[in-house]
Nanobody
Framework: QVQLVESGGGAVQAGTSLRLSCAAS????????MAWVRQAPGKEREFVAA????????FLADSVKGRFTISRENAENTLYLNINSLKPEDTAVYYC???????????????WGRGTQVSVFS
């Protein structure tokens, strides 16, 4: 059974940083493309970042370029999202997703975690 468990969210002040983690199990993590997707209240899911199985390819949404970094540690079956200079508009539930191919889309992944809430106040 595939499990993706996100952690690291919280209520933080604008301008600060967070590091989100996603612990994967039940999946050959080292061969899975991984992504972060977020959903703000009342809005559709939004692609944030994706990374190939090797980490050699990364994709970022234009809205987060320069502030977000996606990375992975295959030896620990863990995906990361480093977020700098947080803005109130970054407030959302952040989901970890896994799939066979790396895609810059919110819909092309097979497995999903339950999400971690990030709330940014000014």
């Amino acid at each position: 059974q595939v499990q993706l468990v996100e952690s690291g969210g919280g209520a933080v002040q604008a301008g600060t940083s967070l590091r989100l983690s996603c612990a994967a199990s039940g999946i050959l993590f080292s061969r899975a493309a991984m992504a972060w997707v977020r959903q703000a209240p009342g809005k559709e899911r939004e692609f944030v970042a994706a990374i190939s199985w090797s980490g050699g390819q990364t994709f970022l949404a234009d809205s987060v370029k320069g502030r977000f970094t996606i990375s992975r540690e295959n030896a620990e079956n863990t995906l990361y999202l480093n977020i700098n200079s947080l803005k109130p508009e970054d407030t959302a539930v952040y989901y970890c997703a896994a799939g066979g191919l790396v895609r810059s889309s919110a819909d092309d992944y097979d497995y999903w975690g339950r999400g971690t809430q990030v709330s940014v106040f000014s």
